[in-house]
């Protein structure tokens, strides 16, 4: 007698997740920031060069708001606390804000 195996034939199906919503960062202008001291803010927190960072400085004074850079939300929310803390050590009034890019 012959014995017949059933085999199962599994239907591979791609499920492709959607990337996570990215988050931009930035910093609002006030009228008792030091220049200097966003600008090393920009350096430390977001790794910006001197050039980058004295153009985002000057686009917060010039505009009221600048971009830092754009991040997954937790990565984001990590940086606005960062700029936040180093602020007021400072006693800085600085802002620091996300907002899901698109929005």
């Given amino acids: 007698m012959m014995s017949r195996e059933l085999t199962t034939v ?4 791609e499920i492709r997740a959607n990337p996570p919503p990215l988050f931009d960062v930035l ?5 008792y ?6 600008v090393d803010v920009l350096g430390r927190v977001f790794g910006l060069g ?6 985002v400085m000057l686009q917060v004074h010039t505009e009221g708001r600048g ?19 180093l602020a007021r050590a400072a006693q800085h009034p600085l802002q620091c804000i996300m ?3 698109g929005s």
């Fill in 33 to 38: 920031t030091p220049m200097e001291f966003v």
């Fill in 67 to 85: 971009l830092c850079g754009t991040y997954p939300h937790d990565i984001a929310a990590t940086r606005v606390a960062r700029v936040v803390t």
């Fill in 50 to 55: 001197q050039e980058a960072a004295v153009r």
């Fill in 99 to 101: 907002e899901e890019r």
């Fill in 27 to 31: 910093l609002l202008n006030d009228d």
């Fill in 10 to 13: 599994l239907e591979r199906k």
